[in-house]
């Protein structure tokens, strides 16, 4: 079982900076790739940003340049680094992982981007 909980959500105006974590019950050494993806209203939930255990990186093209996701091995968290907010980036964020075929997830934090 693996139980993910994420924070740092809130209301900013575009062009703000936002930085979310995601704290897991176990050493992330654990997990060969952890990832945010996110859920906007009356949309499909998708994939932003990946980090592997080897700290390889990959970003939906909607947010590089912009986003940076990062670990901290030793807090076992993951970071995502949100700079240059736009409003169409508001939406639930949410940490994922795959584990022994399952997938786990938190329970969301709410990121909304307006003046």
């Known amino acids: 079982q693996v139980h993910l909980v994420e924070s740092g959500g809130g209301l900013v105006q575009p062009g703000g900076s936002l930085r979310l974590s995601c704290a897991a019950s176990?050493?992330?050494?654990?997990?060969?790739?952890m990832g945010w993806y996110r859920q906007a209203p009356g949309k499909q939930r998708e994939l932003v940003t990946t980090?592997?255990?080897?700290?390889?990186?990959r970003y939906v093209d909607s947010v590089k340049g912009r986003f940076t996701i990062s670990r901290d091995n030793a807090k076992n968290t993951v970071y995502l680094q949100m700079n240059s907010l736009k409003p169409e980036d508001t939406a639930v964020y949410y940490c994922?992982?795959?584990?022994?075929?399952?997938?786990?997830w938190g329970q969301g934090t709410q990121v909304t981007v307006s003046s």
């Open positions: 994922n992982v795959d584990y022994y075929s399952r997938a786990y």
């Open positions: 176990l050493s992330i050494f654990s997990f060969n790739t």
């Open positions: 980090i592997t255990s080897g700290g390889s990186t």
